[in-house]
């Protein structure tokens, strides 16, 4: 791999189905993973094989499936997981058994009633058993965003001793502020030693709205794998969005860094989840939101009309949309009355323009937005309409 090339591994399939309510069956499942696979992703987190009868079911089709994308099982750091993992996984071309522990004090004290020392001993022996199944083994520190340091080096040295190819470091609570998230990803590269035999892997959680934030930054400090959902959704306030952080290294390109991600599917796919899950994308998400492209500023509009790059930092067909939108409303003005109207027939002077101007915003007044009906009758309406229609 690259030194510029970050993996996306997408768990939309994992940790993004933890949303209360939003299951899906096996069938949707195999659909979105095609998808997924076509998009480039580099990992499919397929499931957590052990939760449950369904969950194995759907890992072990979707391992049949993909045709270049590594399939990705979740386990604890317990025996019969990661067995039961390797079985879900034994059609994959390329499978790997996503494993570990929590490694913050808060976990090892109340989640687990031990110790630093048992937590390595059990890290490393997780390690090295999911490494007798598949050669690809992910570790996963969980809550490493509130782990400390130092400590947290020692668990990752061990799981890369045992054979460990991905470290997961996740920010589970999604607590750390990107200086921290970024600087406790420099500190390992720095620190743990054998760490080149390893990828450093960013989770991010949304709970703060820092997800996308912190995995950025984690690449920038030396990870190069970003563990993502379509859309951001996962459990609590959700995961890293797939979208947002692909397009992000996109658009700067100075920082030297690239994805496998056919940008141009980014907007379908984000429909075919939502669909799928049931799962409503608030307009205003970026990237792929329905106003993430749509301008309704007369100030915005004008400058768009103009030129897009005046107010779009991205070309809408980068991601699969296929234009701008300029909504009319009471904001609107003249530029952009005059731009739809265009669109659908009409060539107004600047005389016909200023005057039907004065009834268009009589109506915007009372109606939230105006559509190519609504346009249709403020222009026949006003006095000027027989002099466009004989002209």
């Known amino acids: 791999m690259s030194d510029s090339n970050v993996q996306i591994f997408d768990t939309t399939l994992r940790d993004g189905e933890q949303v209360p309510g939003c299951k899906l069956n096996t069938e949707q499942k195999l659909i979105i993973a095609k998808q997924l696979d076509n998009l480039g992703v580099d990992v499919i987190e397929a499931g957590f094989p052990i939760s449950s009868p369904g969950d194995f079911k759907s890992v ?217 899950m049931g799962i409503y994308t608030q307009p205003n998400k970026a990237i792929v939101g329905a106003n993430a492209f749509a301008h309704s500023s007369g100030i915005h509009q004008d400058g768009v009309i103009k030129h897009r790059e005046t107010y779009e930092i991205i070309d809408p067909k980068d991601v699969g949309v296929t234009e701008s939108a300029i909504v009319l409303t009471a904001r609107s003005g003249r530029a952009a009355l005059a731009y739809r109207a265009k669109n659908i027939g009409y060539e107004l002077t600047k005389l016909q323009l200023d005057e039907i101007y004065i009834n268009f915003l009589s109506f915007a007044d009372k109606k939230k937005e105006i559509n190519d009906t609504d346009i249709h009758q403020i222009i026949e309406t006003s006095k000027v309409y027989r002099q466009i229609a004989s002209a």
């Open 60 to 276: 072990q089709e979707i391992s049949k499936i993909v045709k270049n994308a590594t399939v990705c099982g979740l386990s604890r750091s317990v025996k019969n997981d990661i067995k039961v993992a390797a079985e879900a996984l034994q059609y994959a071309k390329k499978p790997r058994i996503h494993t570990g522990i929590g490694t913050s004090d808060s976990h090892i004290k109340f989640k687990f009633n031990s110790n630093r020392e048992d937590i390595i001993e059990r890290a490393f022996a997780a390690v090295s058993y999911a490494k007798s199944f598949v050669e690809d083994v992910e570790f996963y520190a969980e809550d490493a965003g509130r782990t400390d340091n130092e400590y947290l080096a020692r668990v990752c040295e061990a799981a890369i001793k045992a054979g460990a190819t991905v470290l997961n470091i996740p920010d589970t609570t999604g607590y750390c502020l990107p200086s921290e998230y970024g600087a406790k990803m420099k500190y390992l590269k720095e620190n743990v030693k054998g760490i080149d035999k390893a990828i450093l892997s960013c989770h991010c959680h949304n709970d703060l709205g820092l997800a996308t934030a912190n995995s950025i930054e984690g690449v920038i400090n030396g990870a190069r794998q970003i563990e993502c959902t379509i859309n951001g959704i996962g459990e609590r306030a959700g995961n890293t969005a797939l979208e947002e952080v692909v397009m992000i290294l996109k658009q700067h390109s100075y920082l030297n860094l690239d994805t496998n991600i056919i940008t141009s599917m980014l907007y379908g796919i984000s429909q075919l989840v939502s669909d799928s």
